[in-house]
């Protein structure tokens, strides 16, 4: 009984060790956005991510935007 108490506790705790943080970047209009509200988001064949703006659609290549207006 107390093998089993002290394995699953040690089992725990390895766990929470071995957890990982959450890597992302967020994008602002400082970086090329047309606006910071964005309604959707798409990926076309290309590779290409399309954001739907209140101020236009964007499209990221990996490193920098290109924005389209009317």
Known sequence: ???KLYFSL?????LDAMSQDLNYIHYTDKDG???NEVYGMDIDNDGYIWAITDKGIS???G???TNYTS
């Open 63 to 65: 490193s920098k935007f």
């Open 59 to 61: 499209k990221f290549d």
């Open 33 to 35: 956005l047309p606006s």
């Open 10 to 14: 040690f089992f725990l705790v390895f």
């Open 1 to 3: 009984m107390q093998f």
